[in-house]
C-alpha cells in the first residue's frame, strides 16, 4: 500500500505507485501518475496531465502541474513530465506546456531544485542540474545537463543555457549561455569558463585547454562570432581527446536564436 495521509485527497483516476509516500493536505489530480519511491511532502498541489518518475523528493508546500501562464491558454490538454531522482524543495511552481511549443514542460534526472523556483511553461531541464533559491525560468527556456543557476536570478524566455554552465546569483540573463561558460550580472556578462566545475566532474587537463581556448576565442579576441566559430573548428586538430566538447560548442552556437552573452 502507498503511504497515504489520511488528509490528502487523491482522485481515484490518479495513478499513485504502491510504495509512494504522499504527505498531509496534499491534493493529487486526476490525471497525474506518480511512480515508485516517490516522497511527496504535505500541502502539496500536484495537478494537471502530470508524470513523477521514480525516487523523487518534493517537500512541502509546492504547485506542480500547474496552468501554464500564459494568455494564450485556452485549456488544452498539455503536459509536465518529471524524471528520476529528483530532489524539489519548498515553494517551487512548475506549469504544463503550450501548444504553441511541444506541449510539454520537461524536468529530467538527478536535478537539485531548491526552495521558490519558478518553472515555466515550455521549460526544458536536463539531467543532474541545480537551481537555486527564487530562480526564475521564463517560457520556453532550456537548461541543459550539469548546469548551475544561483540565487535570485532569472533567464528570459527561449534562452537556453548551455552543458556545465554556471551563472552567478542575482543575475539577469536575455541572451544564450554557452556550455562550460561562467556569466554573472545583470545584464549577464562572461567572466570566465567554469573551470572549478569541470575539474570537479573529471574533464582531463587536455579537456579543459580546449574549453579555455574556445573562451579565448569567443570572449578574449574580439572576433565576430563566426570567426571565433571558425577558429573553435579548427582546435580539434590540436586537442582530440576535446572533439566531443568542440563539437557540442558548434552546436550550441549554431542553434542559438537570440544569440549568445557576449
Not at 5 to 20: F, G, N, Y
Not at 50 to 67: K, L
Not at 165 to 173: D, K, P, T, Y
Not at 240 to 254: S, T, V
Request: hydrophobic share 35%; proline share 5%; charged share 20%.
Amino acid at each position: 500500500m502507498a503511504h497515504i495521509h489520511p488528509t490528502a485527497l487523491i482522485d481515484p483516476s490518479a495513478q499513485v505507485a504502491a510504495d509512494a509516500t504522499i504527505g498531509a493536505f496534499t491534493l493529487i489530480g486526476p490525471h497525474v501518475t506518480i511512480g515508485a519511491r516517490s516522497v511527496i511532502g504535505s500541502h502539496c498541489v500536484i495537478d494537471g496531465h502530470t508524470t513523477i518518475g521514480e525516487d523523487n523528493r518534493i517537500y512541502s508546500h509546492n504547485a506542480i502541474g500547474g496552468a501554464p501562464q500564459d494568455k494564450k491558454y485556452a485549456g488544452e490538454p498539455t503536459r509536465l513530465e518529471i524524471g528520476h531522482r529528483n530532489t524539489i524543495r519548498e515553494f517551487c511552481t512548475i506549469n504544463t506546456g503550450t501548444v504553441q511549443d511541444s506541449g510539454c514542460t520537461r524536468v529530467g534526472d538527478d536535478n537539485w531544485i531548491m526552495s521558490s523556483v519558478h518553472i515555466a511553461h515550455d521549460v526544458q531541464v536536463g539531467n543532474q542540474t541545480i537551481l537555486a533559491s527564487y530562480v526564475g525560468l521564463a517560457g520556453h527556456v532550456q537548461v541543459h545537463d550539469w548546469a548551475i543557476i544561483g540565487g535570485q536570478s532569472g533567464i528570459h524566455q527561449f534562452c537556453r543555457v548551455g552543458e556545465h554552465a554556471m551563472l552567478g546569483s542575482n543575475s539577469v540573463v536575455n541572451q544564450d549561455i554557452p556550455p562550460y561558460m561562467l556569466v554573472d550580472g545583470n545584464p549577464g556578462k562572461p567572466r570566465s569558463f567554469n573551470i572549478e566545475g569541470l575539474r570537479r566532474r573529471g574533464f582531463a587537463p587536455q579537456r579543459i585547454a580546449a574549453i579555455k581556448a574556445m573562451h579565448k576565442y569567443l570572449y578574449r579576441d574580439g572576433l565576430p562570432l563566426e570567426q571565433a566559430r571558425t577558429a573553435i573548428a579548427a582546435l580539434a586538430a590540436e586537442y582530440p581527446e576535446a572533439d566531443g566538447d568542440i563539437r557540442h560548442m558548434l552546436d550550441f552556437l549554431g542553434g542559438s536564436k537570440r544569440g549568445i552573452v557576449r
